[in-house]
């Protein structure tokens, strides 16, 4: 499992492997922190726990830590989420390209300009909502053809379509913005 975290404002890129599901390695993890690979035994003793003994960090600033173990304890509130370890508190956000919520955050939430980006490449076939047109939530915007399949993007929320900046029968790349919403 690959994602981001977003801790004290740096977003960091975490992977997680886990070694083997049965016998004594059960709980042995790699872990790869913005490319540095640390071998890891984890547990959860109860909800909300996490005990980890570091196995093995090769070179780098990990190396140091081989042989500690950490409780880790972790919460979770309407507002933030945070992790303790030790006596420090980190607050963290996961940041997974393919869920909504990351989607919704990096939209702009409910203020501000959206951008409107294609979510894949593909033929712009119609245009379904003009400049300047006031759009409620939801509402379809433009409609994309990739592999003979239409994906109509919606904008996330109610606003203004102040930009278009496609036409219908151009083709667009994964990623371009297509419109601005305020």
């Known amino acids: 499992m690959k994602v981001q975290l977003l801790i004290d404002g740096k977003l960091r890129s975490v992977a997680l492997t886990p070694v ?6 059960k709980g042995a993890l790699i872990a790869e922190l913005d490319g540095e690979r640390i071998e890891l035994d984890a547990a959860f003793p109860m909800p909300g726990v996490l005990s980890l003994i570091v196995r093995a960090a090769p070179g780098g600033s990990s190396g140091a830590l081989v042989g500690r173990s950490f409780r880790c ?7 933030n989420q945070t992790i303790t370890i ?4 980190f607050s963290y956000q996961v940041h997974d390209p393919r869920s909504l919520a990351t989607r919704r955050q990096r939209s702009g939430g ?10 894949m490449a593909g033929r712009v076939v ?4 003009a400049a ?3 759009v409620e939530a939801h509402a379809g915007i433009i409609v ?3 592999m003979k399949m239409q994906n109509e993007l919606r904008t996330p929320r109610a606003g203004r379509v102040v930009e278009l900046r496609v036409a219908a029968g151009e083709m667009v790349s994964s990623g371009q913005i297509l419109a601005v919403i305020e």
């Open 132 to 134: 300047e047109a006031e």
């Open 73 to 79: 304890i972790y919460s979770r509130s309407d507002a």
């Open 144 to 146: 994309i053809e990739a």
């Open 20 to 25: 083997s599901t049965t016998g004594e390695a």
């Open 126 to 129: 119609r245009i379904l909502a």
């Open 86 to 89: 030790g006596d420090q508190s």
């Open 110 to 119: 409910d203020e501000g300009t959206l951008l409107l980006k294609a979510t």
